[in-house]
């Protein structure tokens, strides 16, 4: 009677410990779920994620019984479209990826639709705590700010992160020390807003000096990939912001220096205006240096070409983001995280399993090293860059690095703000701040004073 | 039910032994026959289960599974590719058309493009609306011309650096193609400017060719002199230089009116637009894909294929793939490396008749890998053989429980005559084993009366008891033993001496059997007897010498 008792035990404990284990992992290797992904991490670095997802697929995803199947390559603008399509439930809208690449203000927009898993319930306290904490801070959504009262403080986490980047002044060092050869110019002048501008505006000069027959051929200097992200991060360098909760305070004082930055070399010709990246410029060699994303470092190439077919070889060397003289040291945090679709829960473990895997630290570094990307977990941010960074053989990736890490160590890191009109706003600033540079250069081109000109727009612009 | 086993267990050791001695029980010979009897019809079930195709079932739905995969697939492309090449003919003439009257309005003609490499941007320029149109109308991920001819030939590398225009999509799939997202990825930065073009990060201004690329193997092929519609060519997969992606490239040469070749266009169908549109149901099978690559013979050159797969299978495939026959009409794939792949491979049309480049073969394969396919089809009997074996199992034991249970009352039968006798049996309602104990009992009866005396004379025990030589005094205490007896062990006696039997006593006295057996023992006890039939034979021996005495 008593075996009988202990073997009747013992089958019991036995089906209680196979329900749990069957409780907390819904995989079965035999019935692989299959996890459908978008990102945008195209060239050169869609090599790095192919294989990437590669490796989890023969590993862990088979052991376990997940697939990773990418549906979508796509450039962030288009994937925003089909994200927003999805999110308004349009008719022809594509399917709902199970992963897709997000910033914050789509990832509320498709939360708000209730088309996101929310993510705390996947992690621990402890795996959390393995990520930098501003990163996971970041993917953390708010209702949006309409007032302008204190944010909501118990947002969820939704977005991911799985790497960052910032912005960074890129500059062609080649062509840089062809111009300081002659007229002086150094690269420390580039650590300020002012003296980025002065420098532009020089280079114009010098490089319209040089067919004195032909008059207004000078050639610009800089452009940005986002002068609304150099408004918005000088506001603050100058203790301000930019963004309110409905409008942009360009009435402000500190937006008068932001815009003498951003209009005059324009209108003298130091600054080159296109609705493309700066990179592509950078490949023609129309601009000498160029603020951008850190992510972007790959897009500058090692060479520029020339409209008669010759390629140069040329050196970029990767700057601090400037600052404006009196200010404090500010950048921004950029950087898409991936959210998950809300389904099942198996579909949604699956995907959270190939997030952990995806931003482990040896993965994450692996990323680190061929695209240029920053690190998320505090193991690979802050154990593991210093000799990572030895280890790069892509000098470009190599001195990007070491910037970002010293702007980590010595900046302070602002995120783009959850305001209801975000998108329009920074669109609306953006596009309205090109064709003031593009009037204003006609104008100066016409015979106009610089000056008149750039008082002028600004009066019209506030 | 332990019991039993031990029991079945035990009868099994027996058997060595008792094939020894030249004889098996009982129990074991019913055992043997119901076994061998289970086992026949497990034998013609399994035969039977076979016959009806039930173990390959897992095979055949799989055969079925790749074929409908294969044949949509299979139709699919052919449509797509062969409209695709009919609209590479419309653009190569469009083209040809524009190239020639740009040209001629310098005063040059088509043969002389090379040496004017002034007039290139003007004709790429020109060539954008019909390659954006294009992009409007086909799903293609992207659009191309090369111009035979380059922008600097001065240059070191001109002799490999080609003019043109490569414009991508890079939503080819969208509903909406009315709004392609337009991409520049090869020609003079200055159009992409103009337009409003985004650049690729892989941007670059001219094409990289190499002898017995494509371009090279379209421009020889134009050689031939036929028309356009002929000389168009598939080339396989393979990543254009500078990109990051591998592709199939619809080549088309651009000829002049004049004969002369100006370049070659057509159209690109990248790896991730072909998986799109190919991508095999993994539901079933998670790791099967579709792959399109030339082929030679029985080899399939998947170095150069395109994939179609929920995972990436470039990473485990590469080189060639020979093709042989494998099992239920499916076909076996293996690769330089040892991989094994099963699944369907079709010859595709990809050419019109009398096309130049028509003797390079395309097939299409539905693929999925050997271990997968094997899995899945014993998965498939599996249940049917575990289910059969369990099914013998069941069956043996209950052979050993029939086997046990019939023989039990001949074996109770056997035990209680060797115990107790024949005429002590009690009915057992098997009427066999009833007749048998009453033909024992009958056969004692008669003994008992053809014998008396001489019964008692062979039995040892009579002559250490009341004997025929009993005297006066050993009839004395015979009669003092009786004194003894109860008034109902003297009934039971006295019906004994008449010459009834126990069970017919019982029905007398109305009595049950056992009590008449506690009776028998205690007559017995009290005179000094063993059983029944030493008491008859005493009595009878007694009436013989009284008889006798009377007569004296």
Not at chain 1, 113 to 138: C, I, K, M, N, W
Not at chain 2, 20 to 49: D, E, Q
């Amino acid at each position: 009677m008593k075996k009988i008792a202990l073997f009747v035990a013992v089958c019991l404990l036995a089906a209680a410990l196979a329900g749990c284990g069957g409780s907390n992992d819904p995989l079965d290797p035999k019935n692989p779920v299959t996890v459908t992904m978008w990102h945008n991490f195209g060239g050169v670095m869609k090599e790095t994620i192919d294989a990437l997802i590669d490796e989890f697929n023969n590993s862990i995803g088979r052991e376990r019984g997940v697939i990773i199947n990418v549906t979508s390559i796509g450039a962030s603008k288009e994937q925003n479209e089909k994200l927003a399509m999805i999110a308004a439930g349009d008719p022809g809208a594509p399917d709902m990826p199970d992963i897709v690449t997000a910033y914050p203000a789509m990832a509320l927009t498709l939360s708000d639709s209730g088309h996101l898993a929310e993510l705390d319930g996947y992690f621990t306290e402890r795996e959390l705590a393995a990520y930098v904490p501003q990163f996971v801070a970041e993917g953390r959504l708010f209702p949006r700010r309409t007032g302008s009262g204190p944010e909501p403080s118990d947002g969820k986490l939704y977005v991911f992160p799985i790497s960052k980047s910032t912005e960074a002044l890129f500059v062609n060092k080649t062509l840089f020390d062809r111009f300081a050869a002659e007229t002086g110019a150094a690269l420390g002048t580039l650590s300020t807003f002012e003296g980025l501008a002065k420098t532009a505006v020089q280079y114009y000069e010098w490089t319209d000096a040089r067919t004195p027959d032909v008059p207004d051929d000078g050639k610009a200097f800089f452009t940005a990939d986002s002068w609304f992200n150099i408004a918005q991060v000088g506001t603050a360098q100058l203790g301000g912001e930019f963004v309110g909760a409905e409008t942009l305070n360009t009435g402000a004082g500190a937006f008068g220096r932001i815009w003498d930055f951003s209009v005059y070399p324009a209108v003298t010709g130091g600054y080159a205006v296109t609705d493309g990246y700066s990179s592509d410029l950078s490949k023609t060699g129309d601009i000498v240096c160029s603020l951008g994303s850190t992510a972007g470092v790959l897009f500058y190439g090692d060479s520029v070409t020339y409209p008669d077919n010759t390629v140069e070889s040329v050196e970029y060397v990767v700057l601090p983001y400037p600052v404006f003289e009196g200010g404090r040291s500010v950048a921004l945090q950029r950087g898409a995280g991936m959210v998950i679709a809300r389904s099942d829960p198996r579909r949604e473990y699956a995907a959270v399993l190939f997030l952990k895997w995806f931003t482990a630290a040896e993965q994450n570094m692996r990323l680190v090293a061929q695209t240029g990307y920053l690190p998320v977990t505090r193991e690979a941010f802050e154990e593991k860059m210093a000799g990572e960074i030895e280890a790069v053989n892509n000098s470009v990736v190599k001195r990007l690095l070491e910037t970002a890490t010293r702007m980590y160590e010595e900046y302070d890191f602002i995120v783009a703000p959850n305001v209801d009109n975000f998108a329009a706003l920074s669109g609306a600033y953006e596009a309205d701040i090109r064709q003031a540079m593009r009037i204003g250069r006609q104008q100066v081109l016409d015979g106009d004073d610089a000056d008149a000109v750039n008082g002028k727009l600004l009066e019209a612009f506030q | 039910m332990r019991r039993r086993i031990e029991s079945f267990l035990i009868l099994l050791r027996e058997v060595p032994g008792a094939l020894a001695r030249g004889g098996l029980s009982l129990r074991m010979r019913l055992l043997a026959f119901l076994i061998l009897f289970v086992c026949a019809i497990m034998l013609a079930l399994l035969l039977a289960l076979f016959a009806a195709g039930v173990f390959s079932a897992g095979l055949s739905e799989s055969g079925i599974f790749l074929e409908n995969e294969m044949a949509n697939i299979v139709r699919k492309t052919e449509a797509d590719y062969n409209t695709l090449s009919v609209e590479g003919v419309l653009l190569s003439r469009t083209f040809a058309e524009q190239v020639e009257e740009d040209l001629a309005a310098s005063g040059v003609s088509a043969a002389e493009m090379k040496a004017h490499p002034e007039l290139l941007e003007g004709i790429l320029n020109r060539c954008v609306d019909p390659m954006l149109t294009a992009l409007e109308k086909n799903v293609v991920s992207a659009v191309y011309i090369i111009l035979d001819a380059t922008v600097n030939p001065r240059i070191p590398g001109a002799e490999s650096s080609r003019a043109g225009l490569f414009i991508r999509n890079m939503e080819p799939n969208a509903l909406n193609r009315s709004a392609p997202s337009i991409h520049y990825m090869r020609g003079p930065i200055s159009i992409a400017r103009a337009r409003n073009l985004y650049v690729l990060p892989q941007w670059g201004m001219e094409f990289s060719v190499s002898p017995g690329d494509f371009f090279h193997i379209a421009m020889k092929g134009a050689e031939a002199g036929a028309d356009v519609s002929r000389l168009y060519y598939w080339n396989p997969g393979e990543t254009l230089t500078g990109d990051y992606e591998d592709a199939i490239l619809l080549c088309v040469p651009v000829i002049a009116s004049d004969g002369a070749v100006v370049g070659v266009c057509g159209f690109e169908i990248n790896a991730m637009l072909f998986k799109m549109q190919n991508i095999p149901n993994n539901s079933t099978f998670s790791r099967v894909f579709a792959m399109l690559a030339p082929i030679d013979g029985d080899t399939l050159d998947a170095s150069r294929a395109m994939f179609a797969a929920s995972h990436s299978v470039r990473s485990n495939l590469t080189g060639d793939l020979r093709v042989s026959a494998w099992k239920s009409g499916l076909s076996s794939f293996v690769s330089q490396d040892g991989g094994r792949w099963v699944g369907l491979s079709q010859t595709l049309h990809m050419y019109p008749k009398n096309a130049v480049h028509g003797n390079r073969q395309w097939a299409l394969a539905v693929l999925l890998p050997e271990d997968d396919m094997n899995d899945y089809t014993l998965a498939k009997s599996g249940d049917i053989l575990v289910l059969l074996f369990a099914l013998l199992l069941a069956s043996v034991a209950a052979a050993v429980l029939v086997s046990s249970r019939y023989l039990a009352p001949v074996l109770r039968a056997i035990n209680q005559i060797k115990k107790e006798g024949a005429e002590e049996y009690t009915k057992t309602n098997i009427r066999e084993i009833d007749d048998l104990f009453v033909f024992l009992t009958e056969q004692d009866a008669d003994g008992e009366r053809g014998t008396g005396p001489e019964t008692a004379e062979i039995n040892g025990e009579a002559r250490t008891g009341p004997g025929a030589d009993a005297d006066a005094d050993s009839a004395r205490e015979f009669s003092q033993r009786l004194q003894t007896l109860s008034r109902a062990e003297k009934t039971v006696f006295d019906l004994y001496v008449q010459g009834y039997t126990a069970k017919e006593i019982a029905e007398i006295l109305n009595l049950s059997i056992n009590t008449i057996k506690t009776h028998n023992r205690r007559i017995y006890w009290k005179l000094g007897v063993t059983s029944r039939k030493e008491l008859m034979a005493y009595l009878r021996a007694r009436q013989a010498k009284g008889g006798a005495a009377h007569e004296e």
